[in-house]
């Protein structure tokens, strides 16, 4: 019977494994391909001479050849953009070695420079790629300059927390103006970025230190002092080599992290949400004194800028993912949207007890370089989670997805919430910019 139902269908069907499926229903052939690829492929091609020449599926049999068969060439990478890269780890090392050879103090100069070792390498990096203009290579070029003229003459006093912030806020200002030169702003394509770059510098990193495994067990057995030369040298050339490396293979090999980085946002989002969970819970009946605790009230807000960094991360994979032609998964699914929200709840909630605590220490012992730069971004920070899960729950109880799966549904609301979570974390990008720019000429003045 199946024998005779294929030869029945054989002039307006595609057979594939005894299942007849018809030319004006597209949508058959796509679950199809989704549901064995491999076999489709192989079925399909075997059947092609007879489709193709078959009026009334000859243009969808050439789109399904051009589809299975097409190669995309081989991105070669040019040997002068390689070249760079390596100029730009070499003289990032040499930054670093730079106190040892010439006797300046090595705290003193790490907290003044240490923001200009790899960014503006970046930077001028993406300018040339990009085909940046003159003028605007010239102003990045000057605007840094004047960076390093300015962390030159600040007055460095040891044990005070001024220099030291402002160069943290230093990086992120070299951080945005990297984002500008890359996509003319930081924006969801440069977070995307980003998160290749994290996972790409974990590979070289794991690489590299099984590396430095097998050398440290094969040089035992020479009398050669393998510890003293990976101290002086490895260290000093090896990490900026790491960060540049990452960099350069998310920006000239995207297909080699850009489906893994989607994955980890789906797996470690529930996973940090439930780990929140549990230490709100661990917090709340134990005896953990927060408000005159400085080291938990340090671990609260380092755990709020990584839940914010993982949200952002989470955010700008996931869209990649749900534009993802190829993925069969239900990138609408209502578990994950719920994961995300509960993540930011949490992290609101947890947020909202160490702001307390840094309120309440301001108000006992007053004003600190320290207490002001950690209110205001945790203030920052909290807003922009607020706005990110308060728009995330309206489009997802308005979408109607509940723990069964599903999400939006073909009015597309799913990708409404995506589009709506997406702008608020485009816009509020420039308030960390100005707030890190106000830091680093600010907060010398007032303290």
Request: charge should be negative; aromatic fraction near 12%.
């Amino acid at each position: 019977m199946a024998q005779e139902h294929n030869r029945t269908n054989a002039g307006d069907s595609l057979v594939l494994g005894g299942e007849g499926m018809e030319f004006h229903q597209p949508e058959q052939w796509e679950a199809m391909y989704r549901k064995d690829k491999a076999g489709f492929r192989k079925r399909f091609l075997a059947q092609y001479p007879r489709l193709v020449d078959n009026p009334e599926c000859s243009l969808l049999a050439r789109s399904w050849h051009a589809r299975l068969t097409y190669r995309p060439e081989r991105v070669r990478v040019p040997l002068q953009e390689r070249m760079v890269i390596v100029g730009a780890a070499a003289l990032s090392g040499l930054l670093l070695k730079l106190p040892e050879w010439a006797g300046f103090a090595q705290d003193e100069y790490m907290i003044r420079y240490f923001p200009f070792m790899m960014l503006p390498f970046l930077i001028a990096y993406m300018l040339w790629k990009r085909g940046a203009d003159r003028r605007t290579v010239s102003v990045n070029l000057a605007g840094i300059a004047g960076f390093v003229l300015y962390m030159s003459f600040l007055p460095y006093e040891a044990g005070s927390d001024v220099l030291p912030l402002v160069m943290m806020h230093m990086l992120l200002v070299l951080w945005f103006l990297l984002g500008s030169a890359y996509d003319r702003g930081p924006g969801l394509t440069f977070l995307r970025m980003n998160g290749d770059v994290v996972v790409a510098a974990a590979v070289l990193g794991l690489a590299g230190g099984l590396l430095t495994m097998i050398s440290f067990g094969l040089f035992s057995l020479t009398p050669i002092d393998m510890e003293q030369f990976f101290e002086s040298y490895v260290v000093f050339w090896g990490g900026p080599s790491v960060v540049l490396g990452a960099f350069f293979l998310a920006e000239t090999k995207p297909g080699l992290v850009s489906r893994v980085a989607p994955v980890i946002a789906r797996i470690f989002t529930p996973v940090a949400a439930v780990v929140l969970f549990l230490f709100l819970m661990a917090f709340l009946f134990t005896d953990v004194d927060l408000y005159s605790d400085r080291s938990v009230l340090f671990v609260f807000n380092v755990m709020l800028i990584g839940v914010m960094a993982l949200t952002l991360f989470s955010l700008a994979n996931d869209s990649q993912d749900a534009s993802d032609e190829e993925s069969g998964e239900d990138v609408d699914s209502g578990w994950f949207r719920g994961a995300q929200v509960l993540l930011i709840g949490l992290a609101i909630v947890i947020g909202s007890l160490a702001l307390s605590a840094i309120v309440y220490r301001v108000f006992q012992f007053g004003l600190t370089p320290n207490r002001t730069i950690v209110l205001g971004s945790n203030l920052l920070v909290l807003l922009h989670l607020a706005w990110i899960g308060g728009v995330m729950v309206k489009a997802l109880g308005g979408s109607g997805s509940g723990v069964d799966g599903s999400a939006g549904g073909e009015d597309g609301t799913g990708r409404d919430e995506r589009g709506g979570a997406e702008q608020v974390i485009v816009r509020f990008l420039p308030v960390y910019f100005f707030w890190a720019l106000g830091v680093v000429f600010l907060l010398p003045l007032v303290f």
